[in-house]
């Protein structure tokens, strides 16, 4: 259980370096968005007296978005094999390279989706555990964790954004 869940963490990081495309995203950005911004919005966090007050918000919103993303973890491949038979009749170019990006795509959420469970339920023991014992260690962690969460979140609906609108597109111009 304990591998797996490692390899869930290293699956979820090592995403975050290529898009769905297969194109490598800057190393900067990255470093800023999931190393430099959640530690200073945690260093932040420390300073601010009334965030042991939205503990309770967070854990609730926490256990409802985790339990609403284990749904989606089980769709998405099934769309996939679905989109591979609709779309295995047609044999062009454009077609195989939508698939390939699809492809890529469904392989990058499952990790990125399996990654947030597994952030959010760290986060949600660790809240737990900064609501029974107050200390500036777990506020900076959990501060920090948030952040990447939602950075994670971000990732995975530019993604979806991005697919969608090649789907949107792609049967527009078939309509026409």
Do not use: W
């Amino acid at each position: 259980m304990f591998n797996q869940i490692a390899k869930i963490l290293k699956d979820g990081i090592t995403s975050l370096f290529c898009d769905i495309d297969g194109n490598k995203r800057p190393k900067a950005k990255i470093i800023l968005f999931f190393v430099i911004i959640p530690i200073a919005f945690s260093l932040i966090s420390l300073k601010v007296d009334k965030l042991y007050e939205i503990v309770d918000t967070l854990l609730t919103c926490l256990s409802i978005f985790t339990a609403l993303i284990f749904t989606v973890l089980f769709i998405v491949p099934d769309k996939l094999t679905d989109r591979i038979k609709i779309l295995k009749e047609k044999d062009d170019d454009a077609t195989h390279d939508y698939l390939i990006r699809f492809y890529n795509f469904t392989k990058s959420f499952v990790k990125q989706i399996s990654f947030v469970i597994v952030l959010s339920l760290a986060l949600i023991i660790l809240l737990i555990m900064q609501k029974l014992y107050t200390c500036d260690i777990l506020t900076f962690i959990n501060s920090c964790l948030f952040v990447t969460l939602i950075f994670y979140v971000l990732i995975i609906l530019s993604n979806m954004y991005i697919l969608l609108m090649d789907d949107i597109e792609r049967n527009g111009n078939e309509i026409k």
